[in-house]
């Protein structure tokens, strides 16, 4: 008990030991499997240091808030071919909480419709993790989809196949978690309508929602498919900002009930709003708003991502000259390279050998399609120096070539 309580008061006895976790924490630009912003600009931490305490919920006290965050969906709306400008629209904690306030939405607005079966949601078995949860959480029956065949990316005829009239949802990502590859949003709606089916089509654009308006703008996948009637997606991968931002667009106010918004007089003003938390940081919005409010501010954006996209073409050619590893995407639509084993323990034999030199790649089996083994991926995103970029691609010719001379 004592020797307890010694350790306990040397814990407490000063800052050092908060600071000692210190060393052990990795420079994050490292982490290149993470999907989220790993470097923001100056203009940007300034913004984080200045508004960083400010509470987003907080209206009354700064009033500006509902501006920013409506002209952010302005713009959003602008990019995702959204009509109504003033449909409902909200800013969020991040993408998971902004594809659970769809999937309510769509729950609320079914159980209104007076049918008495469970309801279920439909989606690829690779979708996101949250919409497990949000299925477990509001018991709600959850039907996935596999990949057939070597693909990884589910058929849309199939997915159809899986809606009844008692589908809440059929869920289309754009950037899957896994690989970063795109469901067919188009042909999913055209497979729905070809078996008569009216179910409500949400699009999980989590990565893709920032990406595909720049590298793939011909690509018919947002309110433009008339199916489509919500969409979500994180400001804190490649919309740039800091952590702690995600995005819920409707079509129409039909599609998000009224009585799931609400106000609180306690915080001064009432002002209706809808979400799963409370209280959040104001900085992230405001980094969005000055993303999209810069000169310039969409040629900016599809420079940054054109640049990420030539590197990640790079690196999927150098994985491609190594016999053992299968590229599955070259990140031609989004600055992801995904790879799996063409010989068993060829990932991991790469990912290990990219962590010795301080890289973090993940690897993992394929929740979309388990029968292709073993998958990594690597996310380029922007703001990587060129000095990391560059160690990088060494690092990543080191790995296929492990009898190269160190570059």
Known sequence: MSNQADQLNQRRSGERWAIDWLPYLTDSTRNVGSYTTAVVSPELARIAERLGGHNLVNNSEYPYIADMVADCADWLSRLWHREDHHAPYVAV??????????????????????????PNLVASSGAHVC??????????ELRTVEAPGDTVVADPAALARACDEHTILAVATLGYPEHGLFDDVAAL???????????????????????????????PWDFIVPAVVSISASGHKFGQTSLGLGWTLWRDAEHCPQHLWHGADYIGNGKR???LTFSRSLAPVAQQAHLFTRAGAFDRYRYDLRDCSSLTATIAAALRGDPDLKVLNDGHAIPVVAFVDRQTGAVERFTSRMGEDGWIVPTYPLECNPRLGQCGRIVVKPGLSTPARDRLMASVLRAIRPQALRL
Not at 106 to 114: D, I, P, S, V
């Open 93 to 118: 904690s991040g993408s998971t909480e902004a594809a659970m306030l769809a999937g309510l939405a769509a729950l609320h607005r079914w159980k209104r419709t007076g049918a008495g079966e469970r």
């Open 131 to 140: 919409w497990k949860r949000f299925c477990t959480y509001w018991d709600v």
């Open 189 to 219: 709606a055209a497979a729905l309508r070809d078996q008569g089916r009216e179910t409500p089509l949400h699009v999980d654009a989590a990565s893709g929602g920032f990406t595909a308006p720049f590298l793939s703008a011909s690509l």
């Open 273 to 275: 709003d809808i979400g």
